[in-house]
């Protein structure tokens, strides 16, 4: 089997709910995962929960379980999240899942005999939230920590470090030589300046056992587990090395380097996709860790932007927070997928609004694609019982443009820039049902193949589009193709040239696909 395009999600704390932040960055992620799906390639899609450190057992310890019972309990919940957003995920991984602790410990050994790690004492601030030692650089003008950094204590400790000096200079290179290695640009931009700007600080990859249990043990140095992010990054190759990955496998030494059957070809990462926040793990550490290992960098990571709701940050504690599902249950799962998609480019900060949604919902949905998809096919059931006239090729040349662009698009990891080129078409299709009148055409026998010609150009027009809004909005683009008889689904690229739909084919019923809400309820 040929290489996957292999795309990951972070993996998210297990110490919450998910919501709009969690839920927005897997939407991502699975838009360009179909995408890739409708370009005829394999794609695996890979999320999870990062369920060890410290930020967990504080969790558990004040609900009075133990982490593991913790974690249990709330992975039932983080795992359904997937089924709501209608992701097609191929893999869910939870880093206390025994597949992957195997492999952490794996590397911890290899790059201990290799000599990438030593042992040091450190004393200094450290800050238990943030699971980190501050520095003098952190502090705020007024001699205090961010509060961001919760309670900040003083701290003597041995642990393990990870010697990073040797991969500064390299990993500039990379970064230059790579343009798409990160992005959006300003992202590579400040990659760049914090490693031109510092020497790196080495990287300290344990805590002692006796301060925080709930972690991987080291197993050179049983007092101690492994530092969370350390144990959180390797996710992305863990689960590669459980599906008999041959490059993982064999750069670690794993049972599976000799090509099993039914293994998958999924390293290197095509795409990590991430937030802002934890852009320096993942285009600092990771890379390192990678090169340590002997196994290849990712192709690409890519780093939203951050929601907030009303204004304001996001929080639990306040209850300023979105609920995916409450959105869901409310609106229908391609509404939100929609919404979160075309309000923002990837990369921008986003502000949720009730409003804001509502107003996108009705305008570009109701009224836009679904007032198009039902007067469309409404028309040929009314004027032609249904069964589709001769092909004409009006609205050809709109649709083929929408089709080049959105691929292009989507290609260059630009979803919502894909989804204002399908709208365009929307609206062009729309105004050629004001300009042409067909209910006009309808009442003058003379003008019955004008007539023909703009509902073949209207019907295809709406096949044309479920093909392009499969990656974004699968549901709904599956209901199209129901609508016009279809029996197939709409997920290959190359079904959206012009003349799919044959003269004589039979539609099947019509029903609304965006019900509009704003009128008052009877
Ligand atoms: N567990 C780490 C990631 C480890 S990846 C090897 C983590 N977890 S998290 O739960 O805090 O965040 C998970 C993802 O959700 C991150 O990419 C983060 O940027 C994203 N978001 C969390 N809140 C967000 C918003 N308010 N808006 C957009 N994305 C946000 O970090």
Not at 469 to 495: C, H, M, V
Request: proline content about 6%.
């Amino acid at each position: 089997m040929a290489k996957s395009f292999f795309i990951t999600t972070a993996i998210d704390y297990s110490n919450g709910q998910p919501h709009l932040g969690h839920a927005y960055e897997k939407i991502i992620a699975d838009v360009l995962a179909r995408s890739r799906v409708c370009f005829g390639e394999q794609a695996f899609f890979l999320t999870g929960l990062d369920e060890h450190g410290q930020k967990v057992q504080q969790a558990a310890l004040a609900e009075g379980k133990t982490p593991q019972a913790f974690c249990d309990h709330l992975a039932i919940g983080w795992r359904s999240l997937p089924k709501t957003l209608n992701l097609r995920i191929d893999d869910f991984v939870r880093t206390t899942e025994l597949r992957h602790k195997q492999v952490v410990q794996a590397i911890l050994v290899k790059l201990e005999r290799e000599g990438h790690f030593y042992k040091a004492e450190h004393s200094g601030f450290y800050s238990t939230r943030q699971e980190t030692f501050l520095t003098e650089k952190d502090r705020l003008p007024n001699g205090g920590f961010d509060p961001f950094y919760g309670e900040v204590v003083e701290l003597k400790e041995e642990n393990y470090y990870f010697k990073l000096a040797p991969h500064q200079d390299w990993l500039i290179s990379h970064i230059e030589q790579n343009p798409e290695f990160v992005s959006p640009e300003n992202r590579r931009n400040e990659v760049l300046g914090f490693l031109k700007n510092q020497k790196l600080e080495d990287l300290c990859i344990t805590r002692p056992a006796s301060r925080l249990s709930w972690g991987i043990p080291i197993p050179f140095a049983p007092e101690y587990v492994t530092y969370v992010w350390f144990d959180a990054l390797v996710n992305y190759i863990s689960v590669p090395a459980s599906h008999g990955d041959p490059i993982v496998c064999q750069a670690l030494d794993l049972p599976g380097s000799s090509g099993e059957a039914g293994a998958r070809e999924l390293w290197p990462a095509d795409i990590h996709v991430i937030g802002k926040d934890i852009l320096q793990f993942h285009a600092v550490y990771w890379p390192i860790m990678l090169r340590a290992m002997g196994l290849p960098l990712p192709s690409r990571i890519l780093a939203h932007g951050w929601w907030q709701k009303d204004g304001q940050r996001m929080s639990k504690s306040t209850g300023n927070t979105v609920d995916p599902q409450a959105v869901v249950t409310e609106w229908g799962v391609d509404a939100f997928r929609y919404y979160v998609v075309r309000e923002l480019a990837i990369g921008a900060d986003g502000n949720w609004t009730d409003a804001g949604f509502s107003g996108r919902y009705h305008s570009e949905l109701a009224n836009g694609l679904g007032n198009l998809v039902n007067r469309s096919l409404s028309m040929v059931h009314r004027y032609r019982g249904g069964v589709l006239p001769a092909r004409s090729n009006d609205l050809e040349a709109e649709a083929a443009i929408a089709s080049g662009e959105t691929e292009s698009h989507l290609r260059a990891c630009n979803p919502q820039a894909a989804l204002q080129s399908i709208w365009a078409l929307i609206a062009r299709a729309n105004q050629y049902v004001d300009q042409t009148a067909p209910f006009k055409l309808a009442k003058d026998p003379h003008r019955s193949a004008r007539l023909d010609e703009v509902l073949y150009a209207l019907a295809e027009t709406t096949r044309v589009l479920a093909v392009l809004l499969w990656p974004f909005l699968p549901g709904t683009a599956e209901k199209i193709y129901a609508q016009l008889g279809l029996g197939n689904s709409p997920n290959r690229f190359t079904d959206s040239s012009w003349g799919g739909i044959r003269p004589g084919h039979q539609l099947g019923p019509v029903a609304p696909l965006f019900p509009r809400k704003d009128h008052p309820k009877a």
